[in-house]
């Protein structure tokens, strides 16, 4: 293949390319500016809206260029996908990833150091592996591509710690020629992407942010009715497939088991606390059916190629206008109208607070962990697992990993190499200076994500600017907005409408009905075990899921008003507190799950959990975190 970086200039040529290899007749607004920086050699930074064709830039120049495309991505369902449709046209191309058995991955390396693939895709994660750094050195790489690469600014709104390795790895390979890209960066996280991968020179193509064909909304819901009613209207106007956003797993079963009793639609469900092969299920029935829902928390989302969703609901209000912008614009990626709706109660805001005060490790959680680490080390070395470390520390996988990066970061820990069953450290001595820098970092980003959530509050609150206006211009973007009606201001204008006076001391503040609500829900489902019924009856009685029914019994055991051989035999409680036993913690199921066969169920596990900590134990914060709120005390996990 003609090496293009001779003639970078050669629009037909590239577009030769663009037909012969990609099916497609033009480039896109902003993907030939991107492609000829590339060509040319000079490193871009590439910030257009999601669906606008990013991936298209590295897959074509990967073509275009000898050697091999280094693609680092977050995440591994799109890795797949793209590898899937880059094979379908003849191009040779994998992923190396933890979905993947160690004999597959080291086969993929090897081709890789022999030169038979021209995109590689890996995760961040995997730059953790001296081994593979190693192996990397042997490879000729012609282009590294960071997608997603917001991710690697502790301002963004979805930091991932392990993006700083970017960096350090580039100049192991000699700085081979960098794109960055991604849908959602203001000015100040743009700077700190390139600074963070250590670029000298950048090329910014930038091709607006504004969405023409979305309409955004906010509705005032100050109580549990009211935002029910708004959702109940959205679902009766709007005809297509929707995602509804919550901040909580728990919400995220609640809602959907409403729905389904109340609509006759395919209603799914996405958290965090799902195993991965549940959520690839909820993931592939939506993205099958024509007029799904899918009611998730941020977990969901990201990579998942789904053109034609009509409308995106949010709940409750999300910590940053990028996030929300991220999670909306996942409307109408066809280019056909779509509706964007947040749901404001000011309350609402109390769940984000929350995040931001609890989701950092506190200065006795980070003493904790580092000591926990030295006392296993021999000459300075440990090797430990992610569970072990879980289980003798007894912090939030947030927490873990957001303290594991700040030692990383003040040089008290070195992890040498990381895998999903080992993680490996050089430990040194963590000074008070040190502690008080982390101390300092962590006050830092709790004031940025307080500045970062009164700007959500002043977009859900205001009502006499145009609504898409207000977050383009947040991302820097000062040209107007062309589409009308582009949000409700322009709407109500246009019927002719006052614009309503919001007054936040007219809403009541944390309500007790919602509170009500659930446990009417958790009563009925005692009334009905407590008659007799087993769980799967009455699961199928209420039309709720099993895994609904189970945290309900869960409860009921807490509160000493269910015994637990109605939900689970003595036989499987005896294998489960053997399992308990084993794992010395009742913090995190998963490990307790390990040891187990596969018959019995979460819910079983969570059954005998909460009559082993007895009527004391009571709803902890974790029950309640969002699944991506997972830019946490200036790290992420």
């Not at 979305?214 to 995602?243: E, M, N, W």
């Not at 697992?385 to 879980?390: G, I, K, N, V």
């Not at 959530?453 to 002043?458: G, H, P, S, T, Y």
Request: proline letters at 4%; aromatic letters at 6%; a neutral charge.
């Amino acid at each position: 293949m003609r090496d293009l970086r001779a003639s970078p200039s050669d629009l037909s040529e590239l577009r030769r390319l663009l037909r012969e290899r990609f099916g497609i007749n033009d480039f896109r607004d902003g993907q030939r500016t991107a492609i000829e920086h590339l060509l040319a050699g000079r490193n871009t930074l590439v910030v257009m809206p999601t669906g606008s064709g990013k991936s298209l830039i590295y897959q074509f120049c990967a073509l275009a260029l000898p050697g091999t495309a280094l693609v680092i991505s977050p995440l591994i369902a799109l890795m797949k996908d793209q590898v899937d449709r880059l094979s379908a046209l003849g191009i040779p191309a994998t992923f190396i990833n933890s979905s993947i058995g160690a004999e597959e991955q080291q086969r993929r390396i090897e081709k890789m150091e022999s030169g038979q693939w021209r995109l590689v895709y890996i995760a961040p994660e995997r730059l953790r592996s001296a081994t593979f750094i190693n192996a990397l050195r042997r490879v000729r790489v012609s282009l590294l591509a960071v997608d997603e690469a917001h991710c690697i600014s502790q301002w963004g709104h979805d930091f991932r710690p392990d993006y700083l390795r970017i960096g350090a790895m580039r100049k192991a390979l000699n700085d081979p020629v960098t794109v960055a890209l991604t849908a959602t960066a203001t000015p100040e996280v743009q700077d700190d992407i390139i600074g963070q991968l250590g670029l000298p020179a950048v090329e910014r193509v930038i091709t607006g942010f504004a969405r023409p064909n979305l309409v955004f909304h906010v509705r005032f819901t100050p109580d549990l009715q009211s935002k029910y009613r708004a959702i109940r209207k959205v679902l009766g106007a709007v005809r297509g497939a929707g995602i509804i956003y919550v901040a909580t797993r728990r919400d995220a079963e609640e809602l959907a088991q409403t729905l389904e009793a109340e609509y006759r639609l395919p209603v799914c469900v996405y958290h965090g606390g799902m195993e991965r092969g549940q959520r690839a299920l909820a993931q592939d029935a939506f993205l099958a059916q024509e007029n799904a829902v899918m009611v998730a928390t941020n977990a969901f989302g990201m990579g998942v190629d789904r053109p034609d969703v009509r409308f995106v609901v949010h709940y409750h209000i999300p910590g940053t206008l990028e996030a929300y912008y991220q999670e909306a614009g996942r409307a109408g990626r066809d280019g056909k109208p779509a509706q964007c709706m947040l749901l404001y109660a000011p309350q609402d805001r109390n769940l984000q607070e929350w995040f931001i005060e609890n989701d950092a490790p506190s200065r006795s959680d980070l003493l904790r962990l580092h000591g926990v680490i030295a006392s296993r080390a021999a000459d300075g070395l440990v090797q430990l697992s992610p569970d072990e470390l879980y289980r003798v520390t007894r912090l939030s996988e947030v927490k873990l990993r957001v303290g594991l990066s700040h030692l990383e970061r003040v040089g008290a820990l070195e992890m040498t190499s990381g895998e999903a069953q080992a993680l490996c450290f050089a430990v040194r001595e963590l000074s008070e200076d040190a502690l008080s820098q982390i101390e300092a970092d962590i006050r830092r980003w709790r004031a940025h994500k307080r500045a970062q959530l009164d700007k959500v509050i002043a977009y859900a609150e205001t009502t006499t600017r145009c609504r898409q206006q207000m977050l383009i211009a947040h991302f820097g973007d000062t040209s107007e907005v062309r589409a009308w009606p582009c949000c409700d201001f322009h709407v109500r204008e246009a019927r002719g409408e006052a614009h309503p006076q919001f007054n936040v001391s007219a809403f009541p503040r944390p309500q007790a009905d919602k509170a009500q609500d659930k446990q009417h829900s958790v009563d009925v489902t005692a009334q009905l075990l407590n008659a007799g019924m087993s769980i799967r009856e009455v699961a199928a009685q209420r039309g709720l899921s099993l895994s609904t029914i189970y945290v309900h019994a869960a409860q009921l055991i807490t509160a000493g008003r269910l015994e637990l051989h109605r939900v689970v035999s003595a036989a499987t409680e005896a294998e489960i507190r053997r399992a308990i036993a084993q794992v010395g913690s009742t913090e995190r199921l998963a490990p307790i799950k390990a040891l187990l066969p596969d018959t019995i169920d979460y819910g079983e596990i969570r059954c005998v959990v909460a009559q082993v900590k007895g009527p004391a134990a009571g709803r902890t914060g974790t029950d309640e975190r969002a699944d991506g709120a997972q830019t946490k005390g200036g790290q992420t996990s």
